[in-house]
């Protein structure tokens, strides 16, 4: 009985037990459940309040425009903007003090759509420092754009004019002077005494050209200068294995030699005199002057503003304001901008010139404007949580975009996408030394512009399984690098080609050995007259230390397992044998090289042999002996992939992947607090470790500390060097630098002197 009540007992105890976890169970779910709700229902508010955030801001792009007066001169700032083929988005910028990068594409596009725009009645450039241009082929590009600016300007006032809505000059004061289309404006060209052929030849492109009263005209001709690290080498008792092919292969020069050799005097003699005639015929042309006028300039320079005069080199001197006042508002203008500024106008009453809109800004206003209507008002939720819903009552899953509205030329809009389903060519950008990657986000070399191969390899793949791109153009900017990662983008680029997708490639400032090596297996290569490219050849070695370190009292000895395991290692020589391996590791990849472009140009290995030979050409030369297809810049390029795919003119061309600058930059930018003092002291900063860097990397790596894999110490002081403006010596020593952190043993395609002739002409 006793044992039956006990277990009745502990029966009961057990239910009750269950019971009570049961409720407690109930209660948990239910404060779970009322949890659940109220976090979804914050949710919700939080994604109807964002969505109304995305609609107004949206809505007010729609209006951008309207920030815009009435008539306006546009202007090209080159004083203060850095041009490049794509803005770096990196944390470095910040650093730098580089927040004021602008997209070539971008110019050339809001150049276009400037010219057509009624409210645009001119354009003035401000030429500043050489390094704010980029390279010659950039500036070429630049001048193209220019010139047909003016030629657009003229058309579409005569246009307004004959249909009677009046042309640039139909708001004008009564008596007043008509204004030129295009007038550029340096404070000197070439301070100094310093070159200033680039920032001349850009503002040639100009209607007129002014010069400050005390600026000079310093056109005194080109300049590359080479740098030798052999005797520094001796001195430390280094001892350089460098392997290179062939003659022209200058890279291998800078350890191998204490000067120039024939061969590459002789080369950089012919190409440096061919970007030479390249600058001074053009801008003989553009000023109606004699090309002789211009070669007995060059001699004569640098020249006072006087005789820049009198030989028709100049149009007059004028200071920035004056050169502002050369468009004058009109009395309607005058009118609107009194209304629209109300209490806040402050215009003085000797203050004619006409309201002027930089072209960053123009490209921002008409870019969001455009995008907005791209998107259209049944398109403002897209990317929210309700966009769902807004395709579904709109009957269709894809987004659509007014045809009306898609703006001319290459360049980036907000969220710039094409319609699902229908055809599009992607433009990819890849500039820098050619690395296999993956390249870290942080760390030493970070800040360097490096074509990260399996980086961009993902980028062509992408393309590849996208069935709505039809044609990639591939824009290349690169002296090259290693041969392993040129070999992977190659074989990408091969891979959209036997999917039927044509491949441009289109060609930068430079496109030199690595950067060649892409371009061999794309369909079309088209490049600027002033582009560096050739360099076909193949350099690889490494420097023996060893010697170094036993004359400052260390001494390194090693146990290895295999005839060939201390090869690479910067602590020994190369037995004969050993040299005669990494001389056949040479020819395997010179020869697969010459088979490439070979294949690519559809001719013999012989011929292509006889081009070869690490020569490095302009675009120019280059097309002249067959290694280039068209000269013409990126628009040419993407017409080029149009027609190879058979696609209409109109088609839409999107940048992949698409480029967004962190909020930090684009508030930073905005705010102009990157143009003072803190953007000097990144500026100063950088100054001082390329300065101190530049010359203590050669002696690191000449004493053996590692520099290689993904840029190091070398990568560092090369990139800190150029960034902050330092002068030949300064960058040289980097560009040897850089080019000893490349000796790791593998065979390398770089070329140094396009490297530096870029940086230099």
């Known amino acids: 009985m006793a044992e039956a009540g006990g277990a ?43 969505s109304l955030a995305v609609v107004a801001a949206r809505f007010q792009a729609t209006r951008a425009d309207r920030q815009l007066p009435s008539e306006f001169v546009l202007e090209l700032p080159l004083d203060r903007l850095h041009v490049v083929d794509a803005v770096d988005p990196s944390p470095w910028a910040l650093l730098r003090g580089d927040t004021r990068q602008v997209e070539l594409p971008k110019v050339v596009a809001a150049l276009k759509r400037a010219a057509g725009d ?79 052929m680039v920032p001349y030849l850009l503002a040639s492109a100009c209607d007129r050209v002014y010069l400050q009263p005390s600026g000079l005209l310093g056109l005194v001709g080109l300049e590359s200068r080479a740098f030798f690290a052999r005797p520094l080498l001796d001195r430390l008792r280094a001892e350089p294995y460098v392997f290179a092919r062939e003659e022209f292969k200058s890279a291998a020069n800078t350890f191998r030699e204490s000067g120039f050799t024939g061969p590459q005097r002789e080369n950089l003699q012919t190409l440096l005199g061919d970007l030479a005639d390249q600058m001074m015929a053009t801008m003989a042309a553009a000023r109606g002057v004699d090309g002789a006028a211009v ?43 009194k209304a629209r500024q109300g209490a806040k106008h402050k215009r003085r009453q000797d203050d004619t010139r006409m309201a002027r809109v930089p072209i960053d800004k123009y490209i921002q206003v008409t870019e969001l404007q455009q995008a907005a209507a791209a998107r259209g008002p049944s398109g403002w939720l897209a990317g929210t949580p309700f966009e769902g819903l807004t395709l579904m009552l709109r009957g269709k899953l894809q987004e659509t975009a007014d045809e009306a509205s898609r703006p001319g030329g290459v360049g980036s809009l907000e969220q710039r996408v094409a319609r ?65 990662a040129s070999d992977t983008i190659y074989h990408e680029m091969q891979r959209l080609r036997a999917a039927g997708k044509p491949v441009v490639v289109s060609m930068g400032d430079v496109a030199a050995s690595g950067g060649y090596y892409m371009a061999a297996a794309a369909d079309a290569v088209v490049a600027q007259p002033g582009t560096v490219t050739g360099s076909i050849g193949v350099v690889a070695g490494k420097i023996n230390v060893g010697r170094s370190l036993e004359e400052v009292g260390l001494r390194s000895e090693a146990v290895t397992v295999g005839r060939n395991a201390d090869l690479l290692s910067p602590f020994t020589g190369l037995g004969p044998g050993q040299a005669a391996q990494v001389e056949a590791l040479v020819d395997h990849v ?101 300065e101190v860097g530049a010359a203590v990397t050669v002696a690191a790596v000449a004493a053996g500390l590692p520099v290689a894999g993904g840029g190091g110490m070398a990568a560092a002081a090369a990139a800190a060097a150029t960034a902050s403006g330092l002068g030949a010596a300064g960058r040289g020593a980097a560009e040897v630098g850089a080019a000893l952190s490349l000796l790791g043993g593998e065979p390398q395609l770089y070329s140094v002197d396009a490297a530096l002739l870029v940086a230099q002409v």
């Open 295 to 337: 070669r007995e300039a060059v001699e004569a320079a640098p020249l006072l503003p006087a005789a820049a005069l009198r030989r028709g080199l100049l149009d007059g001197t004028k200071y920035k304001d004056e050169v502002q006042s050369l468009y004058v508002i009109s009395d309607k203008a005058l009118a609107e901008e």
């Open 118 to 196: 009624s409210r645009c009645r001119g354009l003035v450039t401000y030429v500043g420092a050489r390094e704010n241009l980029g390279g010659l082929a950039t500036v070429q590009e630049l001048r193209d754009a220019i010139s047909d600016f003016r030629l657009n300007l003229a058309a579409a006032a005569a246009n307004r004019a004959s249909s009677g809505s009046g042309g640039a000059g139909a708001s004008r004061s009564p008596g007043l002077p008509s204004a030129p289309a295009a007038v550029a404006f340096a404070a000197s060209f070439g301070e100094a005494g310093g070159s200033g």
């Open 420 to 484: 699902k389903g229908q055809p599009k060519v992607a433009v990819v950008t890849a500039a820098g030394t050619i690395v296999q990657g993956p390249v870290p986000p942080t760390g030493p070399g970070a800040n360097q512009p490096v074509i990260d191969a399996t980086k961009l390899s993902g980028h062509l793949n992408a393309l590849l399984e996208d069935p709505d791109v039809r044609a990639v153009v591939v824009r290349v900017n690169s002296p090259g690098g290693s041969a392993l």
């Open 8 to 50: 009745a007992a502990a029966a009961g105890a057990a239910a009750a037990g269950a019971s009570s976890w049961t409720s407690s169970l109930g209660t948990r779910l239910e404060v779970a459940r009322k949890g659940l709700g109220r976090g979804l229902a914050w949710a919700g508010g939080a994604a109807v309040v964002s």
């Open 590 to 690: 010179y020869d697969d090289f010459l088979d490439k472009v070979a294949k690519s140009r559809g001719r013999p290995v012989s011929e292509v042999r006889e081009l070869a030979k690490g020569r490095v050409y302009s675009g120019r030369q280059a097309h002249q002996v067959g290694l280039v297809d068209e000269l013409g810049g990126l628009e040419a390029a993407v017409s080029r992939a149009k027609a190879l795919a058979k696609l209409p003119e109109d088609v839409a061309v999107v940048e992949h992947p698409p480029r967004r600058m962190p909020l930090l930059l684009q508030l930073l930018k905005r705010s102009g607090m990157m143009n003072g003092a803190a953007g000097g002291a990144g500026a100063s900063a950088l100054d001082s470790l390329g």
